[in-house]
């Protein structure tokens, strides 16, 4: 885990960018780890813990018909999720994250483990669905990882100006 913070706080000295995240499954484990880094309150702006739907509606104006149409673990949740982190935070990247921890909650449709994510990175979109394996808090661990992990690789590819 020290590598992958290490490179996030590399890329955010050089390319001074702004973040916040939008967390559903992972309940603030995104932030938690993030805020082990010296200094990141200069870059990372904070983050919404929309674990029920009504948050993801009211704080980060996610469609109460996307829902009921697509279910909370979308690629159409978590796209309206970043995009109303952005507005809510006005910040130059947003990571939202919605999906099932378990052990229960699964379907033939999306089991436990079903993981959907949305980075912006300065008007930037990579919107992808993945699968993690092992129990709740292996889930969740491995989720927040792999947000770290992108929303860094993404911040590395950005051109300034």
Aim: glycine fraction near 10%; charge should be neutral; proline fraction near 2%.
């Amino acid at each position: 885990m020290d590598k992958i913070l290490n490179d996030l706080s590399a890329v955010l000295s050089q390319k001074r960018l702004t973040f916040g995240f939008a967390e559903s499954c992972t309940g603030g484990m995104i932030s938690s780890l993030v805020t082990e880094i010296p200094g990141i309150s200069e870059y990372f702006y904070g983050s919404v813990v929309s674990y029920s739907n009504s948050i993801k509606n009211c704080l980060l104006k996610v469609d109460s018909h996307t829902i009921d149409l697509y279910g909370a673990v979308s690629r159409e949740c978590v796209e309206q999720m970043a995009d109303g982190l952005i507005d809510l935070m006005n910040v130059d990247c947003a990571v939202s994250v919605s999906g099932i921890a378990g052990p229960g909650g699964g379907s033939a449709e999306k089991p436990v483990g079903t993981v959907w994510f949305c980075f912006i990175v300065d008007n930037r979109r990579k919107t992808e669905k993945k699968f993690f394996s092992g129990n709740r808090q292996e889930i969740r661990k491995s989720a927040s990882y792999y947000a770290i992990t992108v929303m860094t690789d993404m911040m590395k590819a950005f051109k300034e100006g």
